[in-house]
């Protein structure tokens, strides 16, 4: 085939096409979640636990929103947040339809995850009296994301 011809050159093109539309495709698919470090991937999809009273909030405490760490999905109030002294950031409440429970695989526990998109944020528990809302979300720092009252809330993102 002649490198000059139209048809090779027809084809050349296509084939770049071709390569920059399953580029496209690969990133709407399996890149439109936030990107995540290593340590968030271990949590968030890895189902890990960060080590006690390390977390960027467990000692937090300013008005705003915390987010899903990977899709933004807004998860509890900061007037829902609560020092249990457990390590962790713990929040008596959640916005409506925002948090999944579903049973720990130990058995014992109830875990947490985003309702949008599965990411583990960690585990839930009740009958502690540390609130009148008898409930504790006990969440990975590295799970969700503090916006300030004063900032928009970011675009919810889905894979």
Not at 21 to 26: A, K, P, V
Not at 90 to 105: C, G, H, Q, Y
């Amino acid at each position: 085939m002649d490198l000059n011809s139209e048809e090779f050159l027809g084809k050349r093109i296509l084939s770049i096409l071709v390569i920059e539309l399953i580029s496209s495709l690969r990133y709407i698919l399996f890149m439109a979640y936030n990107e995540l470090d290593s340590e968030e991937k271990s949590v968030i999809v890895g189902k890990g636990t960060e080590m006690p009273f390390t977390g960027e909030y467990d000692s937090f405490y300013k008005d705003g929103t915390y987010v899903c760490r990977r899709c933004n999905n807004p998860l509890f109030p900061s007037k829902a947040k609560f020092e249990a002294g457990c390590g962790w950031p713990s929040f008596d409440e959640n916005f409506p339809n925002a948090v999944k429970r579903l049973p720990d695989p130990d058995g014992q526990r109830i875990e947490i995850e985003c309702a949008h998109c599965g990411a583990h944020l960690g585990h839930v528990f009740e009958g502690e009296k540390f609130t009148d809302k008898d409930t504790r979300h006990c969440v990975n720092s590295v799970s969700i994301r503090f916006i300030p009252k004063e900032e928009k809330l970011p675009k919810i993102l889905n894979k």
